[in-house]
């Protein structure tokens, strides 16, 4: 139970921060790619 707690939080933490820069466009495309497999890698 606390492993998936915490891994929630990872998740909205990330997601967070995924949606803040496709905002700010601070990353490139090809840079999210390259973010989200170490996310995919993470799980």
Do not use: E, H
Not at 14 to 36: E, L, P
């Amino acid at each position: 139970m606390n492993k998936m707690l915490t891994s929630a939080a990872v998740i909205g933490a990330g997601v967070a921060a995924y949606s803040y820069m496709q905002k700010n466009n601070i990353v490139s495309k090809r840079d999210m790619k390259k973010i989200q497999r170490k996310v995919m890698k993470m799980f």
